[in-house]
């Protein structure tokens, strides 16, 4: 139910957006953002008066779509990545923060303005003067007095919020199952943020705690833990700026050195990310993810639990950083955490060694044109330090060329497009401490088409994977073909005309893939089993927006062809071939606002798996309803939701017995908002709610029933300065 709720939750969030959209006028100018035609990334400033608590949410959308997946922010500095350039003209931007307490406030409205369209205005309104294509732009603020990024100072800015909830069970169906549980129970957090700079000199720091007094995350009984924490300081402007940080280090880069890398330690940076020609951080971090607070801190004094590593960005020509940016990395160490292709001997193993990697990149044209080059190569222990082989050496690299319209390119029919060749290979005993999920002894070559022709969106993909990249005798030579087409069609209807006034605003989606996977007949023998089958899926979808309701369906087919043969070994079958598969999956979503501060969601799914060989059928069907009231404002709301779904099997032969299993769940809660909070005085929520859950089998003959009733109350903090 949480990833249910949580689409939910973005859902309504969208639908909101849309409708406060219709709603809020332009009471101000918009300003205006100037755009290259092809430049793929827009960056704008977000006006905070203080950092987003936690629960608040940071919404975007451009030309009426959510692009919030697309966005990255820090502090009210955003940089919206944008899959192709955007056509020429004007596009709506807008930013609303959606509050844990369900307000909802407009930050920021504007025109993102493209060479080669009209705007419909003469841009002289609003327009904001002497800003470069894609540059920050600092919207104007409530107080026009106040300093700005950027400026001779910055004040200091300091947000801090806790929460505290505490919650009594009242009542339950069965003790029993509740043995050992107290019917006391607390959790919470608190989060502080804070920033400061002068004319050469910057810091920040940042530190989040949560707890439990259940811990049942945390093996070791504590209640406290702290998954981030930061301290930074920098002085000095360009190639001369250094900075030292202690805490969380967060490298945001995806190449074969790293994949969403985040580990604690201790950081040294020379230069500055812009108007320095060079940047060099040099860090020294924990080997694994932590999240205590009682040691290790920062960096371990013990080998075995740390690494260390360096990141090197270079641009000879600093005036145009875009034509060669050259970036080289180094991390070594030891870890205990195990990734894919690792022999795991015990969960005391240690793995470890080192691995470096040189990167070029180059954009040509306006960005017609993205070269980019990556080499990386390892040297690292995989089966365990002191097990098995000592360590062994491979390399990795990956080739990439992107063709975008535009100065260099025409677009042709079509209003902008762009194509992307890749080639990547990684050895098989190729391994990083900054990605230990990265498969190895793989090959991939794709080629990708993405267009845009006025309201359709066209994507066309065709890829290959091979392994057995070192041909050895005892590894099967398999390869993975795949062939991909996918559609978007977003007509420019009349919203106020019929039948749209009625249905909504409508969207259409359609897909095709085709998967076939295959080996080396002759290493069916060798692994004992054969691999040959193929797959093909076909999905197509509507969706209507209203200012009101929204709903949606959603069908695919998936029909897997197995053409695999039995494997027999020394008169023994030791493999039999897969039966055909048969899926059929149904959606339907239906969303309503029958009155402002009421949001209702549903949604229905269908699905049947038939294996068709053996005639074993499965069916499962689930329906959910999601209710949140805001009765009174800022005073009384309600939450609730409910989920029911049905599982049937029944198998072609008799000696198997199939199931019916059904299942319920269902969520209440009302919450009294008795204040909010102000300054250091908290604000105070009483809230009641009640849980139940039924769980019947057909096939044991046995039912399962439980339910609850809390009551408890929510401290909130949230103060903040400037």
């Known amino acids: 139910m949480n990833s249910l709720q949580h689409a939910q939750q973005r859902l309504w969030q969208g639908l909101s957006l849309l409708l406060l959209s219709t709603l809020v006028g332009n009471a101000r100018a918009e300003p205006v953002l100037n755009l290259d035609p092809a430049q793929d990334h827009l960056n704008f400033s977000v006006p905070l008066s203080a950092p987003l608590a936690a629960g608040d949410q940071l919404a975007v959308e451009l030309d009426g779509y959510d692009v919030t997946a697309l966005l990255s922010c820090t502090d009210g500095d955003c940089q919206l990545a944008l899959p192709v350039p955007l056509a020429g003209g004007s596009h709506p931007l807008r930013a609303m923060i959606f509050y844990d307490n369900g307000d909802i406030a407009t930050v ?226 030891e870890t205990t955490d195990s990734g894919t292709g690792m022999w795991t001997p015990d969960e005391q ?127 099967a030579n398999q390869t993975v073909d795949r062939q991909l087409f996918s559609a978007y069609y977003f007509p420019m209807v009349d919203a106020d005309a019929l039948p749209w006034r009625l249905l909504g605003v409508p969207s259409l989606n359609a897909g095709l893939t085709r998967t076939r996977r295959h080996q080396d007949r002759a290493d069916a023998q060798v692994v004992g089993y054969d691999l040959n089958d193929e797959t093909l899926e076909r999905l197509a979808g509507i969706s209507f927006y209203h200012n009101r309701w929204n709903w949606s369906v959603q069908q695919t087919w998936q029909d897997t062809q197995d053409y695999s043969n039995s494997v027999e070994q020394q008169g023994y079958l030791v493999y039999t071939p897969p039966s055909d598969q048969r899926n059929r999956f149904t959606t339907v979503q239906v969303g309503f606002i029958p009155v402002d501060g009421l949001s209702v969601s549903t949604n229905w799914q269908w699905n049947k798996l038939q294996q068709t060989d053996d005639d074993n059928v499965s069916r499962s069907t689930g329906q959910g309803l999601d209710l949140a009231w805001q009765i009174v404002p800022q005073r009384w709301r309600l939450n609730a939701s409910y989920f029911r779904g049905h599982d049937s099997s029944r198998f072609g032969n008799g000696e198997f017995l199939g199931d019916d299993l059904r299942q319920q769940t269902a969520n209440l809660q009302l919450t009294w908002s008795v204040a909010q909070p102000r300054g250091l005085q908290p604000g105070l929520d009483w809230f009641v709610k009640t849980s139940y859950a039924r769980l019947d089998s057909s096939l044991f003959n046995q039912g399962m029933e439980d339910w609850q009733l809390l009551l408890g109350f929510d401290l909130r903090w949230d103060t903040h300065t400037q």
């Open 108 to 333: 920021l409205e504007a025109r993102v303005q493209v060479a080669g369209g009209s705007d419909g205005s003469d841009g002289s309104a609003g327009a904001v003067e002497g800003e470069q294509a894609g540059a920050p732009v600092n919207m104007a603020t409530d107080d026009p007095g106040t300093p700005v990024r950027g400026g001779s100072a910055v004040p200091v800015q300091q947000r801090f919020s806790a929460l505290f909830s505490s919650g009594y069970r009242l009542d339950e169906k069965q003790p029993d199952n509740y043995r050992g549980i107290p019917r006391q129970a607390s959790n919470g957090g608190l989060s502080y943020q804070g920033a400061g700079a002068g004319a050469d000199w910057r810091w920040d720091a940042q530190v989040d705690a949560l707890y439990d007094s259940l811990s049942e995350n945390n093996p070791d009984g504590d209640e406290w833990v702290l998954p981030n924490y930061r301290l930074a300081a920098s002085r000095g402007t360009g190639l001369g700026r250094q900075g030292l940080a202690l805490g969380t280090y967060n490298l945001a880069r995806e190449n074969l050195l790293f994949s969403a890398y985040q580990r604690r330690g201790a950081v040294v940076s020379l230069g500055d990310d812009v108007g320095s020609p060079l940047k060099l951080d040099v860090f020294a971090l924990q080997s694994e993810p932590i999240t205590g607070y009682k040691s290790r801190l920062g960096y371990p004094s013990n080998s075995q639990e740390r690494s260390s590593g360096a990141l090197l960005t270079l641009s000879p020509w600093q005036d145009e950083p875009q034509l060669l940016q050259l970036s080289s990395g180094l991390i070594k160490g």
């Open 349 to 475: 193993a240690r793995y470890g060694g080192d691995t470096w990697n040189l990167a070029v990149d180059s954009r040509l044209g306006d960005n017609s044109l993205w070269l980019h080059a990556d080499y990386a190569r390892a040297s690292f222990d995989s089966d365990g330090i002191g097990y098995g082989q000592d360590e062994r050496s491979d390399s990795a690299h990956e080739l990439l060329a992107q063709f975008n319209s535009g100065s260099w390119l025409p677009a042709g029919p079509f209003d902008q497009w762009n194509l992307t060749l890749q080639h990547k290979q990684v050895g098989l005993d190729f391994f990083t401490l900054g990605n230990l999920g990265l498969p190895g002894d793989l090959q991939l070559n794709r080629a990708n088409w993405l267009g845009y022709l006025g309201s359709l969106q066209l994507e066309a993909e065709v890829a290959q994977e091979t392994n057995n990249l070192n041909d050895r005798a005892d590894v």
